[in-house]
């Protein structure tokens, strides 16, 4: 199991956008009553568009060029500090200073086999905008972003920290998402370990440890993040959207007892695992003890008679030979007989 910094494979319901190498800004904008969208201009055209009586979300795919994101911090008076947490991997936090609010996460896709895909998403929330700074195209805002264009639920008629919530609640679910995908992992290895366990299956186990290693180092500081926002009464969350935060607050506390709980399942398909190799092994060895025991008083007795003995009086009898094997399957099968008595096999 690897964890990917940058997303390479879109998973299902990430919008892809066509080039991973160019630096994709996007600006929605949009009141109860206007819409506008605009793609690909040059930072400068593009803040240019920017209105006080809208709402204005600006999305940045890619953050290798430093100049476009320096113009965005110089217009938005963005702290140069932050820029570095922006453009570093940086555990989640929440950070609240005069002009604006950031709040950085961790934004995780599920792809084939054992790999946790993720990239770090940045949002710096002011009274009237939004910025969100991703590391890579493609996202699962896609569906959103019809919604507010549709005009669709209340996004139209709230502030941008509705936004921000939509946003993270996204993200937040998807969590749900990847827990989902290991719990089915660890039924699957349970099913295996009781029919057939192997090496294989203990090194699933040992992968999925991992996941959830990496898992609890994004919930916990998300966490701690999303209840600073509950809990400070920031100037800016609305009073009237800080129940749908703690609400977000709720779902990640639920992903933490979930994480926990396949953890605990994790220690103990190792324990399973274990217990039932030495189960086997000690099955095998009974068998094989069995057997032995049983050849003992047989290789005696061919032992004896293959002594090179001249005067030996039952080498001299018609009917010694089947005496012999006689006496060799009676002393088997009553000792058979015995080992089941006992429930020995």
């Given at each position: ?159 941008a920290d ?5 946003l993270i ?84 506390v639920h ?91």
């Amino acid at each position: 199991m690897t964890h990917k910094k940058l997303i390479k494979t879109p998973a299902e319901g990430i919008e892809k956008k066509p080039s991973e190498n160019d630096v994709l800004l996007e600006l929605i904008q949009y009141n109860e009553t206007d819409y506008f969208k605009c793609e690909d201009l040059p930072i400068n055209e593009l803040l240019g568009h920017l209105k006080a009586d809208h709402i204005n979300w600006i999305n940045l795919d890619g953050l290798h060029d430093h100049s476009i994101i320096n113009r965005i911090a110089e217009h938005f008076c963005i702290h140069s500090l932050l820029i570095e947490d922006i453009v570093n991997d940086h555990q989640p936090k929440s950070e609240e200073f005069d002009e604006y609010l950031f709040f950085t996460l961790k934004m995780l896709h599920r792809i084939d086999g054992n790999q946790i895909s993720y990239e770090q998403i940045s949002f710096v929330l002011g009274k009237d905008y939004l910025l969100s700074f991703q590391e890579d195209p493609g996202d699962f805002f896609g569906p959103f972003r019809e919604k507010i264009k549709m005009d669709q639920g209340r996004v139209r008629k709230k502030k941008a920290d509705y936004l921000l919530y939509r946003l993270i609640d996204i993200i937040v679910d998807n969590y749900y998402t990847v827990l989902d995908n290991i719990g089915e992992q660890i039924e699957e290895i349970e099913d295996s370990i009781y029919s057939n366990p192997t090496e294989k299956e203990f090194k699933r186990i040992q992968l999925i440890k991992k996941e959830l290693i990496f898992l609890r180092k994004a919930l916990y500081p998300l966490r701690d993040a999303v209840n600073k926002l509950v809990r400070n009464e920031s100037d800016f969350i609305d009073s009237a959207n800080e129940r749908y935060f703690s609400d977000v607050y709720d779902h990640v506390v639920h992903l933490i007892d979930s994480m926990d709980t396949y953890r605990d399942l994790t220690s103990s398909l190792m324990d399973i695992h274990i217990n039932t190799l030495n189960t086997r092994m000690n099955e095998v060895m009974k068998v094989l003890t069995v057997i032995s025991t049983i050849f003992m008083p047989l290789t005696f007795i061919v032992g004896v008679y293959g002594m090179n003995f001249e005067h030996m009086p039952e080498l001299k009898w018609i009917w010694g030979y089947p005496l012999v094997w006689g006496v060799m399957i009676g002393i088997a099968v009553v000792m058979i007989q015995y080992f089941r008595k006992k429930h020995w096999f």
